[in-house]
T-cell receptor, first 110, second 113 residues
Framework: DAKTTQPPSMDCAEGRAANLPCNHSTISGNEYVYWYRQIHSQGPQYIIHGLKNNETNEMASLIITEDRKSSTLILPHATLRDTAVYYCIISTDSWGKFQFGAGTQVVVTP | NAGVTQTPKFQVLKTGQSMTLQCAQDMNHNSMYWYRQDPGMGLRLIYYSASEGTTDKGEVPNGYNVSRLNKREFSLRLESAAPSQTSVYFC????????????FGPGTRLTVL
């Protein structure tokens, strides 16, 4: 599975959009981009995933570049409860083994 | 629906002691996983079970054994605990659906002295 590169940390003001980048330059054509987040000490939580097209759900939007070498997770109106570590994961599997990197620590401030 | 439950929540062991971490899910999922998370790091896969009756090694299996007791339950055993196994252990489960949404338990904090 492709490796990912994420910034170690970023801050965001409450109510503003948070844009979290992820580089995955070695991604293969059949690999999906997954985003999970981990709120302090809890188990990770699924946010969204995509293959080629941009995706949106009730939690976030996922923008994947046309060459698929990078993506951006967008939290449209960040709240204090969005403070968490966000993981970008690349995987071919419809089930199975994820490789979690160190992720991005997002701190939402009032 | 309890989701994924883990017991115990906390445990302190002495070096060389053994213990079993229990995990159960009530979502009728086929696949189950054990991860460990060391301070400041992401999760690393220890073992996984694609379906009842099968288990496979993940990234860091040394020092651990697993048992897929039935479809609901997946246990992780430390036969002879070492300080390097001090970590938070997460169990997860997923279905063989069109995408890999894994559901995680609350974790077990293990300290080995």
């Amino acid at each position: 599975d492709a490796k990912t590169t994420q910034p170690p940390s970023m801050d965001c003001a409450e109510g503003r959009a948070a844009n979290l980048p992820c580089n995955h330059s070695t991604i293969s054509g059949n690999e999906y981009v997954y985003w999970y987040r981990q709120i302090h000490s809890q188990g990770p939580q699924y946010i969204i995933h995509g293959l080629k097209n941009n995706e949106t759900n009730e939690m976030a939007s996922l923008i994947i570049t046309e060459d698929r070498k990078s993506s951006t997770l967008i939290l449209p109106h960040a709240t204090l409860r969005d403070t968490a570590v966000y993981y970008c994961i690349i995987s071919t599997d419809s089930w199975g083994k994820f490789q979690f990197g160190a992720g991005t620590q997002v701190v939402v401030t009032p | 629906n309890a989701g994924v439950t883990q017991t115990p929540k906390f445990q302190v062991l002495k070096t060389g002691q053994s213990m079993t971490l229990q995990c159960a899910q009530d979502m009728n999922h086929n696949s189950m996983y054990w991860y460990r998370q060391d301070p400041g790091m992401g999760l690393r896969l220890i073992y996984y079970s694609a379906s009842e009756g099968t288990t496979d090694k993940g990234e860091v299996p040394n020092g651990y054994n697993v048992s897929r007791l039935n479809k609901r339950e997946f246990s992780l055993r430390l036969e002879s605990a070492a300080p390097s196994q001090t970590s938070v252990y997460f169990c997860a489960s997923s279905d063989h659906s069109s995408y890999n949404e894994q559901f995680f338990g609350p974790g077990t904090r293990l300290t080995v002295l």
